[in-house]
């Protein structure tokens, strides 16, 4: 049953115009009742694209499933209020003005991002802003799949490592040609996916620009500790909030994190005060390779790492076309990689074909909220390894407070802002400020036995009192009747 979001009108056609003639679109009737209160849902953007359900919400914006009726497809919507995203960069509400430099700003880095066009990068098929001048608008590929950092919780095989790698750094260097830095990479930016009438498996990058489009240089300059990005992914030179000179390698940096953490199971820094993760991305020792699994891997590939991992950009490769000539000197004699590595099928990417579409499914499910800050994960495997995973850093700082895990089966929602905590396990979450903090999955555990022995006891304590009532009760009749 589809119903409108706006009178309420109940009808059988799905995405289909109101009649009531209010202007709105119908949306499925389960997705309404548990998104009200949404202003967007069965709304019309730019007359083309229209909203049908929520991906998920951040910091900043909401990204929302919407339909294009006239290519026939989906596509996924970020959605960027003005003012909040003044308020987030600024720290106020910010003059009109500031709110129109803002929204130049957006199209000017929203046009940049449009040129990226390549297999592993998410295509921006459109951008814009509303009619009244609210909110700015993102149109980008909707691609169905598996996010990374699940991925890396599931565990990989070392040739898949190698392939998703390259991919990536294939993705990096199509915006690094194109003056692109990413700013943010992390797992839950990155998807393998499946081509459902191929089968092909491809790793596409998402959200390439997003930090820079959301922020202000200049600004940011000029106040102390605003930080953007993911700090268990941050160069040291983002940690040091010098946003001004910030280019290709922090890309590279990024990328040694991922990969190191593909390799070893965890991230190269492991803590769970916020400040600290930062201090540690400055000043920490590079640690070596600690590999999870028993990989022979070539003994150049602990340099690769560790040369992606400096503290000084300049002793870093300097762009992802370097990175890519070092990577593939150091696999030289490795072999090719097997076909299907990424073990990904339909049923895993999410995919599914629609009746009457030969063409197949291929869109690709956002694994999180890419909207300023805000990510979603999809639910592991319990007897996986500890998976990773940050929120980016808001301008305001590192001091919020930890977010809190859900239980271990609870499965994935796209509308949430959700981690899986296998039992036992222990799993580093973020904290809303975007650093990560560590909780034992067996911490949690013992607390959930307290409470429970807690609730024992004072059944307990009831079922004594309610003996010592009766007792009290046929002490007094025999009293009175004795």
Sequence with gaps: MAVCPHCETKSETLLA?????????????AVYASDKDDPMLGRCIA????????LGRGSMGTVYRARQEQVDRDVAIKIFRSETLLQNALGRSGSLQEREAAQARFVQEARVLGKLSHPNCVTVYDFGMGADGEFMYMAMEYVAGLSLHKAIHRGLKFDAIVEITRQILAALREAHTLGIVHRDLKPE???????????????KVLDF???KLLQNDEDQLTRAGALFGTPAYMSPEQCRGELGGIGPQVDIYALGCILYEMLCGQLPYVTHIPQQMVRLHQVAPIPALNLRRKFEVPPGLQGFVQTCLAKDRNDRFSDADAAIAAFEKVMEGVGP???????????DSGVRARPGISRGARGVVLPGNHVGGHALNPVGNAGAVEPVAPRPVGAQGLSSAIATLPPADTPAAPSSDTLDSPGGRRVSLPTSAGTRATVSGKKKASAAAILESSHLRNRLLLAVLSLGICVALIVTIIYFWG
């Design 209 to 211: 620009g997003i930090a």
């Design 47 to 54: 007359g083309r694209f229209i909203i049908s359900s929520i």
């Design 337 to 347: 990689t097997e076909t299907g590595l990424l073990e990904l099928t339909a049923t």
């Design 17 to 29: 115009k109101c009649p009531s003639g209010d202007g709105f679109y119908l949306v499925d009737d």
């Design 189 to 203: 930016n990155i998807v393998l996916s499946y081509r459902f009438h191929t089968g092909e498996q491809i790793v």
